[in-house]
């Protein structure tokens, strides 16, 4: 049987996780646990649209840009005297337009995806801090604030509302992943962009889309974050463009596109989470934590090639052995 | 060897408009660096009509400090990149050695060249193992050097626990370097053109230079030609490494201090730059020359905003808008440039 990378990962995270349990006091508490997930609820809300476009081949590092202008935005339009129920729709239309700003630069002026959101990663960011500047705006009421925080569970688990969020759009996207044309779509435009042009799909308003629900779901990301740490600023989440990417690859999905699935990404997203808890619970330096995932995602695209090498050789040799 | 782009689709033409053609192409491309030099002096005269302080004495050996560094990090990303291939762990390599100098001198004083070498050592240690694990690893270059990036930082970090090294402790010479400067022109820039000077030479003539470009623009015909890949990516890796170590020690010398996370988050705008210079992030073309242009440009706007004393929130906000009107108008004209080629081979 051939040994799956997705799976590898999956089986990781378990082996992970039941280390965690066995070997670390108060890792299982429902408070560590809600914890531990609620913290990376941005990075892996901005996965799932993450692994649907690097399966398609494109990539869009704007994500934490989009999420910081998301936040600086609730911020802005809260200190002005919004409704949070107005601000919310507002900021996902932003989230909208930032995506059709990249889909656009890349199906019509067919520019390459990373040179188009390494362009737009400076220029939301630089909207954020026009809208907000270098302060901070911090006077959220209890009543948003509780539905991010990782106080607040569903009752009788240690599930925050992030991540049933998260749990939710999963189930969405591994079913147009994995069940629909359009996800078939995806894995080829992924493979062959021209084939799969000629095979009738349309490529580029399936990429628009990609990118305008990336944009939606980034700004998404951004008000969870605003209320989950209680403050809006412009630089918020700086950086987690590199994060989400490195969990969407160490899950197994290939960046030439075309290659991965779902359940891999996620398997990713939350190793890298619960990595990331246990090493703080048993007081190992950030600077560590940090060489680890390095250290994970150079693993995790060298070892299916050495496994794949060593099997060839292996292979060769039984043939040379029996002629 | 010339080198043209590769479009699905090209025209058979006949040897004759071929040649027409290509120098047609070759004139396109040498367009994009006079179109961005262009936009670059477009951009200086008005700071400069604007504020005339922008081009004193003082102004303009600013603007050439500010470029030194990133035009050498251009440099070594461009011929990372003309071969189909991504660094992004240059920002945290320069981290690194920057530390790393800074820790070897702190009190004691060694030679200016120790440390150079000391920063272009450490730099090439990391570039060999990146371009190890993307040649004969034969993986994903962006996956491999986002893993290194990590790496690398968390090496630094961890390191550096903190600790700063700070102007005092580096001995005069090394700072020397940074202040310094003959005839009026700082050392640092005169230090980025030679460098520059000498990989545009080695790319244009050297066989292997040419061979770099032949991989970027397609792997499998430079692989059937008979290019060493490995060999060739291997050493845009170790080049691109030792490039952003030197860059490191610069920086040493230019700040005299130096924290963990120098240049962080670097390695995109570092990208931005190449982009911005005309080198195709799908490989095969440019040149070092359009990409340390983009680099200059890249720094001198944000120089022009701060001249000009436009609010620093909107500093990157333009310089974004700016990389993506840079890079659509490039490939709007491309387009039309192969259009107008096709026309005129049908004729």
């Known amino acids: ?323 | 060897m010339s080198v043209t782009v590769e479009k699905p689709g090209k025209p058979a033409a006949a040897p004759e408009t071929a040649r027409s053609a290509r120098s047609l192409v070759d004139a396109v491309f040498r367009a994009r660096e006079i179109s961005i030099a262009g936009a670059l002096l477009l951009l200086v005269l008005f700071t400069w009509i604007a504020e005339p302080r922008f081009l004193n004495d003082q102004g303009i050996k600013d603007l050439l400090l500010n470029a030194a560094i990133l035009v050498l990090l251009a440099v070594g990303q461009s011929v990372v990149v003309i071969t189909r291939n991504i660094d992004l762990s240059v920002g945290s390599v320069v981290g690194l050695s920057a530390f790393a100098c800074g820790k070897f001198v702190s009190g004691t004083d060694h030679g200016v060249l120790t440390v150079l070498l000391l920063g272009l050592l450490v730099g090439a240690g990391c570039g060999i193992v990146s371009g190890a694990l993307v040649s004969f690893g034969r993986v994903p270059a962006l996956v491999v050097t986002l893993g290194m990036l990590y790496i690398i930082q968390g090496v630094d970090y961890w390191w550096a626990q903190g600790e700063q090294i700070n102007a005092a402790d580096v001995p005069q010479s090394v700072l020397d370097l940074g202040s310094g400067s003959v005839l009026g022109i700082p050392y640092l820039p005169l230090i980025a053109f030679a460098v520059l000077a000498a990989t545009a030479y080695v790319l244009r003539t050297y066989r292997s230079g040419r061979e770099l470009y032949a991989i970027g623009s397609s792997p499998e015909a430079a692989r059937l030609a008979g290019v060493p890949i490995r060999r060739r990516v291997l050493g845009a890796y170790l080049f691109s490494g030792a490039v952003s170590g030197f860059a490191g020690a610069l920086w040493l010398a230019r700040f005299g201090t130096v924290v963990a996370d120098n240049a962080h988050g670097w390695e995109l705008t570092v990208v931005s730059a190449v982009v911005v210079g005309g080198v195709a992030i799908v490989g095969g073309t440019g040149t070092v020359w359009g990409a340390a242009l983009g680099a200059l440009l890249l720094t001198t706007i944000g120089s022009a905003l701060a001249v000009l004393k436009v609010d620093s929130f909107w500093q990157d906000a333009i310089a974004g808008a700016l990389l993506l009107a840079a890079i659509s108008v490039d490939r709007i004209v491309r387009v039309r440039m192969t259009r107008a080629l096709r026309k005129r081979s049908a004729r």
């Open chain 1, 1 to 323: 049987m051939k040994l799956r990378w997705d799976t590898a990962v999956g089986v990781l995270l378990v082996a992970v996780f039941l280390t965690g349990l066995g070997t670390t006091d108060g890792f299982a508490s429902r408070d560590n646990l809600a914890f531990a997930f609620n913290d990376i609820a941005e990075v892996a809300l901005m996965a799932l649209p993450m692994t649907l476009l690097v399966v398609a081949g494109q990539v869009d590092l704007s994500v934490a840009s989009m999420l910081g202008l998301g936040s600086a935005l609730t911020g802005q339009l809260w200190d002005a005297g919004w409704a949070f129920e107005t601000i919310v729709p507002v900021v996902l239309l932003v989230g909208v337009a930032g995506g059709l700003i990249n889909g656009w630069l890349v199906t019509r002026v067919g520019l390459p995806s990373l040179a188009v959101t390494i362009g737009t990663l400076a220029l939301y960011r630089g909207l954020a801090s026009v809208v907000l500047g270098t302060g901070a705006i911090t006077d959220f009421p209890e009543t948003y604030a509780k539905w991010a925080v990782d106080t607040t569970t569903v009752p009788g688990t240690f599930l925050t509302y992030p991540v049933v969020l998260f749990i939710v759009l999963a189930a969405i996207a591994a079913v147009v992943l994995h069940a629909t044309g359009l996800g078939r779509s995806l894995f080829a435009i992924g493979a062959q962009e021209d084939a799969a042009y000629f095979a009738g799909i349309r490529v580029k308003r399936v990429k628009l889309l990609l990118f305008v629900v990336s944009g939606l779901i980034s700004a998404f990301a951004g008000v969870v974050f605003t209320l989950r740490y209680g403050s809006a600023r412009a630089d918020n989440g700086q950086g987690f463009e590199m994060l989400v990417i490195a969990s969407v690859l160490l899950g197994g999905v290939d960046f030439d596109g075309g290659k991965g699935t779902l359940f891999g990404a996620v398997a990713g997203v939350l190793l890298i989470g619960v990595l990331k808890n246990l090493l703080t619970l048993n007081d190992v330096a950030n600077e560590v934590q940090v060489i680890v995932t390095g250290l994970l995602l150079v693993a995790s695209v060298l070892t299916p090639r050495l496994i794949t090498t060593v099997s060839a050789w292996r292979h060769r040799r039984a043939a040379a052995s029996t002629s």
